[in-house]
Each structure stands twice: as structure tokens, then as C-alpha cells.
């Protein structure tokens, strides 16, 4: 880096250099991968056309299996539901139907066709089988709504002369049994055997592409390498010369962070200048920002800084609490007013450790205070009260010398008013009623 600044080289003309090179690999690059494109779009086609086969295939397996649960279900139980959804699928979703008509429609599936097609046909004689058992179970329970086409299936005298249980379990042995069962597994042999000449047919198309397919991946793969060379040495040397620095110091400033020194000399020269009187600055700010929306006794939020936060939160999903000691001018009166300040002081620190950091407690005047929860929307009542509660049994303990206190405080949620001032007297009314209830309690508010 050092020598290409001796010999006055630019970074705008070593950019330009760069980008030629960049582009003419690129259109390598191009070429490359049409090719290769082409060959993979040829295997892709045959291997989702055949996969939309097996899909197919497996499709008669599926609603066979789905029929097979229906049926039993309807022969255990009696419950019609099973009864509507078996005829749905065999009627109205017909998913074997259209997976002798997908496979039929390639010629050179010719073979898996045959083997689903007798899939089909022992799938055909399993219905008839179910067909008979819906039948005994609708005579069993007397069932009136069910599809007509069972009508067809007429039940043996045998048959017939068996009483409703006897029917109810002669209908679920004959979709449970060994004959029943034997059915569903020639079902299955078929459907392998469809399955293994799908396969056979895929492996024998994707043979051919695929070694065309590796000797393109070989070229692609030697000017992909030469590429990604190339570019990690543009981004390297583009970031070191300059633009890391320019980015790191842009995102910096926009967090109002100090610059970190680094890159070229004079950047780290600019970089302390410019931290230096950030510092300076930001001591400034934070001291009078500070001063100017905090209590200076107990470090809470003052009236302005509460004044603030009225006119910028968003209120939905809020609860504000106002609150006062109860009797704190008799604190004041009988242990002075460093009493009172030491009493104002603990009561922030009791309610600091019961919220939330993201919460905000605000001291509007004398022994008056304001808490804003954030985001609790969720959160219940039983909860606030908890908290509550919790302060007032601190702050009943004898501490440092101050003799117990209480609060009372009124509770109202942000979201059912729509002004914040209006808000605030809703709160400052819930805490009078709190007031008139004997003090050392709360009031929620609607």
C-alpha cells in the first residue's frame, strides 16, 4: 500500500482497472453457466416429470390406506362422520382415478401403468368388501343418511338374521381380518413393483445428462475459483484503502458513538479530532440534560421531564399510577425536613427495585409521583397490585431512622384515554378515591 501511494496511483483509476477485470470474468462466468444451465434444466425436466409419477402412484396408495381407516373406523363405532368421508374420497376427491390417468397418459410408463392397474382392480374388490361391511353396520344402527349406492349390496339371509351386534361385529371383522389384509398387501406388491419401474425409467434418463452435467461443472468450477479470488483481493484492497473506515465512521455518527482510529492516517487524524469534540460535547448535553428532566433530591423524573414524556409516549398498552405518602407532612413536621427528603429518597428507591427498567417514575411535586409502566398491555390487574403491596410492606419497615410510611395510589390504563392531560386527572381522581378509602391503598380505574 505503501509503494502504490509513493507512485501517486489513484483509487478512482486503480476502480476502474478493477471493474474491466471484474466484468470480462463475469461474462466467462456467463458463458460458463449457460451451458451448464441448459444441461441441468434438461435433467431437472425429467427428474420433476417422473417424480409428478411417483407422486401419482403413490397418490392410489394413499387414498386406499385413508378408505382402509374410514371403513374401520365406521365398522367400530358406527359414527356416520367415517361414513361421509370415505364416500367423499371415493366419489369426489377421486385420487386413484387421476393416478391411472397421469401414468396413462406417458407411453413410456406403458409397464408401471399395468402394475397400478391391478393395483386398481384389487383395490376395486377391497370396496366391494367395505361396501357389503357399511352395509351391515347401516342395518345394525338403523342409519337412514347414508349414500344409495350402498342399496346395491344386499345382505345374505345369513346375514340379515343376525341381530344389530352380531352385524357390528361381523362388519368390523371383514375389514380386519386375514382375507381383508391380504387385499391391502397385493395392493402394495403392485404398487412397488409401479414404483420400481418408475425408477428404472428416471435412472436410465438422468445416466446420459449427468456426465455432460459434471464435465460443465468442472469448467464452472475453475473460473468460479478464479472469481472468488479475484474479488475477495477487490474487497480487501478496496476496504483497506479507504472504504471500511468511510462506512464504519458513517454508522457511528448515526449512532451518535465516537469514530473508531482506523485506515489511512489521515482518517485517524480526522477520527480523534472529531472524538475529542464529541466528548466534549456529549459531557455537555448529558449533563444539562440530566439536570434539566431530573430530580436532584431523588433522581426520579422531574415535572418537566414528566411534561416531556406526556407529549412524546405513545399511551396505548400503558399504565399510569399517581401517588402520594400518606401523611408526609406529619414526617416533616415531627423528624424535620431531612427526614422528609430521606423519606422521598427510599420511597424511590423501594419503587425503583419493584418496576421495570423501561418503566418511569417521575416526581411532579412535594410527595406526589407518577409512574408510567410501558408496554402491559398484558398485564393484569393482580400483578399492579402485587407491586403494590409490596412497596407498602417496605416502606412500613423502620429504615435509617424514618418511622414507617404508606402510599396511596390511583390506577388507570393509558389505552381508555385518548389525552394525556386528561389522563393524568383520571389518575389523580382514582387516587382521591383511594384517599377517601382510609388512605394505604389503591383504586383502578376503567
Not at 428532566?293 to 426520579?300: F, Y
Not at 427510599?346 to 409502566?373: H, K, P, S, T, W
Request: proline residues 2%; hydrophobic residues 40%.
Amino acid at each position: 500500500m505503501k509503494r502504490l501511494k509513493e507512485k501517486g496511483v489513484s483509487l478512482r483509476k486503480l476502480n476502474i482497472v478493477l471493474i474491466v477485470i471484474a466484468i470480462l470474468l463475469a461474462v466467462v462466468v456467463a458463458y460458463s453457466t449457460r451451458r451448464l444451465s441448459q444441461t441441468f434444466r434438461n435433467i431437472t425436466a425429467a427428474s420433476e416429470e417422473y417424480m409428478k409419477l411417483e407422486k401419482a402412484a403413490h397418490e392410489l396408495m394413499d387414498a386406499s390406506d385413508y378408505l382402509t381407516e374410514n371403513v374401520q373406523r365406521f365398522t367400530i363405532d358406527g359414527d356416520v362422520t367415517f361414513l361421509n368421508r370415505y364416500f367423499t374420497e371415493a366419489f369426489e376427491s377421486n385420487r386413484r382415478e387421476a393416478a391411472l390417468a397421469k401414468l396413462g397418459s406417458d407411453e413410456r410408463t406403458e409397464t408401471a401403468s399395468e402394475h397400478l392397474s391391478d393395483a386398481m382392480a384389487n383395490s376395486m374388490e377391497l370396496m366391494k368388501r367395505e361396501y357389503y361391511a357399511m352395509r351391515l353396520v347401516v342395518e345394525a344402527t338403523g342409519c337412514t343418511d347414508y349414500p344409495k349406492v350402498l342399496d346395491d349390496f344386499e345382505l345374505s339371509p345369513d346375514d340379515e338374521a343376525l341381530s344389530p351386534e352380531e352385524k357390528m361385529r361381523h362388519a368390523t371383522e371383514m375389514v380386519l381380518d386375514g382375507d381383508y389384509y391380504e387385499l391391502k398387501n397385493k395392493i402394495r406388491s403392485d404398487m412397488q413393483a409401479c414404483l420400481d419401474e418408475i425408477d428404472k425409467i428416471l435412472y436410465s434418463t438422468e445416466g446420459a445428462v449427468i456426465y455432460s452435467l459434471k464435465r460443465e461443472l468442472i469448467v464452472v468450477r475453475v473460473v468460479i475459483i478464479v472469481q472468488t479470488l479475484f474479488f475477495f483481493m477487490l474487497i480487501g484492497l478496496t476496504a483497506r484503502l479507504g472504504i471500511r473506515p468511510v462506512l464504519r465512521a458513517v454508522e457511528k455518527i448515526k449512532q451518535d458513538s465516537p469514530i473508531p482510529e482506523m485506515g489511512a492516517r489521515e482518517f485517524r487524524y480526522l477520527a480523534r479530532a472529531y472524538n475529542k469534540l464529541f466528548t466534549k460535547y456529549r459531557s455537555s448535553i448529558e449533563k444539562l440534560s440530566y439536570k434539566a428532566s431530573h430530580d436532584e433530591l431523588t433522581g426520579a423524573y422531574n415535572r418537566a421531564g414528566f411534561d416531556h414524556l406526556l407529549k412524546n409516549l405513545n399511551f396505548e398498552n400503558v399504565y399510569m399510577m399517581l401517588l402520594d405518602v400518606d401523611n408526609f407532612k406529619s414526617i416533616n413536621d415531627n423528624y424535620g425536613h431531612e427526614a422528609g427528603d430521606k423519606a422521598l429518597t427510599r420511597l424511590v428507591q423501594v419503587m425503583r427495585a419493584a418496576f421495570r427498567d423501561d418503566d418511569y417514575i417521575c416526581r411532579i411535586g412535594g410527595d406526589e409521583f407518577v409512574i408510567i409502566m410501558m408496554n402491559s398491555g398484558e398485564m393484569n390487574q393482580r400483578l399492579i397490585e402485587s407491586k403494590i403491596n409490596r412497596i407498602n410492606e417496605e416502606l412500613e419497615k423502620e429504615d435509617d431512622g424514618l418511622p414507617p410510611m404508606s402510599i396511596s395510589v390511583g390506577i388507570v390504563r393509558g389505552d381508555e384515554v385518548t389525552d394525556p392531560e386528561n389522563l393524568l386527572k383520571k389518575t389523580d381522581a382514582a387516587m382521591y378515591e383511594s384517599k377517601k378509602k382510609g388512605k394505604h391503598t389503591y383504586t383502578f380505574i376503567d
